[in-house]
């Protein structure tokens, strides 16, 4: 007879099993098997489980499972602060929020970094490099890849669900509560470089006639040399955040 361990999924733990309707899934197991291998053999990056309790007692990702565990795993929650808590297995981000993104994120990329989050994404990062990038530089790393967040050496990683980006961006804000973060125009889309104030007259024979006559607060990418200016293509960013904290004070 083998070994079976019992284990109920809350809230979004959820979204990695195929079959959603089931309740406690029964796990089996042979040889000394820890929690974390249990969790991610079933999908489950360590990254996206933040408490786990066995009868009533709070264990960690080492925990050798025992034939006949039953075994609670949550994630974070939205409304439920457990992240503070002092039985939390994985603290609170301590750091100002920063990300780096694999390559199928561009559009989310972009987003995070017109709200001015500093956020590293290149085409050609593989796996590993991004692994090891987001560890050194505590950077969170966001990624629709299970595999890459079951990587050991990542410390802070997020599982995007949503297939389009603005959806994702609205995952990300709720996730990292980013809302009091959000310094929108301060950060240069295509390369995230900070951007500089530049004077209209230095710039002016760059400008588009239209341009040139409705606006007059410019900023530069000291990298890639753009010209930026606050003008309708914000609007679209500016109504995503509004519906976004009209949901926030919803609780959604
Ligand atoms: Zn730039």
Aim: include cysteine.
């Amino acid at each position: 007879m083998g070994k079976k361990v019992y284990l109920r999924l809350f809230g979004e733990l959820n979204h990695f099993f195929k079959s959603k309707n089931k309740k406690v899934r029964e796990i089996s197991f042979k040889n000394r098997q820890t929690i974390k291998d249990i969790l991610e053999g079933e999908g489950i990056p360590h990254t996206e489980v933040y408490l786990l309790i066995k009868e009533n007692f709070v264990i960690d990702f080492n925990y050798l499972v025992s034939d006949g565990d039953q075994i609670s795993a949550y994630p974070v929650f939205r409304k439920l602060d457990i992240e503070s808590s002092q039985q939390t297995i994985r603290k609170k981000y301590p750091y100002q929020p920063k990300f780096i993104a694999d390559a199928h994120l561009g559009k989310l990329v972009n987003y995070l970094r017109i709200l001015g989050f500093d956020t590293l994404y290149y085409n050609d990062y593989g796996d590993k490099y991004l692994a090891e990038k987001s560890s050194q530089e505590n950077r969170m790393l966001l990624t629709r890849d299970h595999g890459l967040l079951m990587r050991k050496v990542v410390k802070y990683g997020y599982f995007i669900r949503a297939d389009k980006p603005h959806q994702q961006l609205k995952e990300v804000i709720f996730r990292y509560k980013l809302l009091k973060y959000i310094k929108k125009s301060s950060r240069c889309p295509k390369c995230n470089h900070l951007l500089k104030r530049v004077e209209k007259k230095d710039i002016i024979d760059l400008l588009e006639p239209k341009t040139k006559k409705y606006y007059n607060k410019f900023y530069i990418c000291p990298n890639c040399r753009q010209i930026y200016w606050k003008g309708s293509h914000l609007d679209k960013i500016n109504n995503l955040i509004k519906e976004i904290k009209g949901e926030y004070k919803n609780g959604l």
